[in-house]
């Protein structure tokens, strides 16, 4: 395994092992799950996430079509749905893997009949539902449900599944939630009086899996808790332990002394009034370390909080250790992740700066390789130094 010595994100794959296993004890016996991988696995890379919560899963879900013939070129062959809306011209490769596209228009569905019926296959897909959202999906009305009527009745697709999707279930006021179920559970009614039965309901998403397990039906799609955070601050955490995934390492690189009245970073928006000593981290806004941290937060040097000076650059940023004894080039600082008593979640650095944490990590840039752990050992990274532009 590469040493990196500027910074690298360690992710602790049996931390989302746990996460996995605490949330199928709050689910019902016979609701499964659905690992969502999109965005890169939320920046954890979406492979390795796959592989870990295999044995949990009934199938993953992603965002694009690209994101799932990645899984697929990397062995995944349990049912990958793709959650967002995909260009026609993907259907034929999605067709060719069994991978399931989202169906919402006649003419979404035309386009995917077209194609299974060319290439004498059945093609599954998932039937998306407007509830409240108001991005996706039929409207769950006497239109909505004569048109998927009109969409399962073509040659050769198959709706495996129907799903919805909570615009409001981290907020501790359920009533939208509650509305946003029964409208679902109506319209499933709807097509079933219409002769139309779908095997798989779904709608939860991590904070539904936490706060209303009831809404897992038959499969319950979970995100941001696989990989260790809560949707929000409003939902109920110890209904289902989770521990942080992604942790942000990298090494002081320069450690100087200056004097009161010096000023630190572009704009000299941080002063020093006295005497201080302060490192370099080779980390900023270029690896995804939100600028909104300037002069905001900490990390974490020899286990104590180093303050961060002034603004966050694109690639360095600038801490106090005045206060921290033994400090120079080399020494390890955490940026995301615990030291001793002290820690930082990425709940924190959304906090500190006025970010939201799912971005945030999605955010961590590819000049940051990953390092995957099973039992605190290395067993495989990523980084793309070394990708090139073939016509370059
Ligand atoms: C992203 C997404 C999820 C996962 O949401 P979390 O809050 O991260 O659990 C579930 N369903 C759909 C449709 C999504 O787009």
């Known amino acids: 395994m590469k040493e990196y010595t500027r910074v690298f994100a360690e992710i602790d794959l049996d931390a989302v092992v746990f996460n996995i296993e605490s949330m199928k004890k709050n689910l019902a016996p016979g609701t ?58 993907h259907y034929k490769s999605l067709a060719e ?18 194609e299974a019926v060319r290439q004498k296959r059945t093609a599954d897909f998932h039937l998306a539902v407007d509830t409240g959202m108001s991005r996706i999906g039929l409207d ?12 399962c009745s073509l040659p050769g697709i198959r709706a495996e599944g129907i799903f919805t999707h909570f615009a409001r279930a981290d907020e501790e006021d359920k009533n939208w939630s509650d509305a946003q179920l029964a409208c679902f559970l109506h319209f499933v009614k709807m097509l079933e009086e219409r002769g139309l039965q779908i095997p798989v309901k779904h709608c939860a998403n991590s904070a539904a899996i936490i706060d209303m397990p009831k809404t897992g039906l038959d ?19 110890e209904a289902v332990p989770l521990q ?21 970073s572009y704009g000299g928006t941080f002063v020093a009034e006295e005497p201080m000593r ?20 900490f990390v974490l040097i020899r286990g104590q909080k180093a303050p961060i000076l002034g603004r966050v650059c694109m690639d360095q940023l600038m801490v106090d250790v005045t206060r921290i004894a033994d400090v120079g080039a080399d020494t390890k600082v955490t940026l995301i992740g615990r030291e001793g008593d002290n820690e930082i979640r990425v709940e924190d650095l959304a906090e500190w700066g006025g970010g939201f944490h799912y971005e945030i990590v999605c955010d961590i840039g590819k000049r940051v390789p990953r390092v995957y752990l099973r039992g605190n050992e290395a067993v495989g990274s990523k980084d793309y130094f070394e990708d090139v532009y073939p016509e370059f």
């Open 219 to 237: 499969w319950a799609r979970a995100g941001i808790s696989l990989y260790g955070m809560y949707p929000s601050g409003e939902v109920a955490k």
């Open 97 to 114: 893997h069994g991978i399931r596209p989202v169906i919402f228009t006649l003419e979404q569905a035309k386009e995917l009949s077209k």
């Open 32 to 89: 499964g799950l659905v690992g969502v991988v999109k965005a890169d696995g939320y920046g954890h890379g979406s492979v390795p996430v796959a592989r870990a919560i295999a044995p949990y899963v009934e199938a993953y879900a992603v965002a694009t079509a690209e994101e799932a013939l990645l899984l697929h070129r990397h062995g995944v062959r349990k049912p990958v749905l793709v959650l967002g809306p995909v260009h026609k011209s």
């Open 278 to 297: 302060v490192a370099t981290v080779p980390v900023g806004y270029g690896d995804g370390y939100p600028r909104n941290l300037s002069g905001r937060g």
């Open 140 to 151: 769950a009305d006497e239109t909505g449900a004569g048109l998927a009527v009109e969409i």
């Open 244 to 264: 942080p995934v992604m942790r942000l390492k990298s090494f002081v690189t320069y450690v100087k002394e200056i004097a009161p009245g010096r000023p630190v």
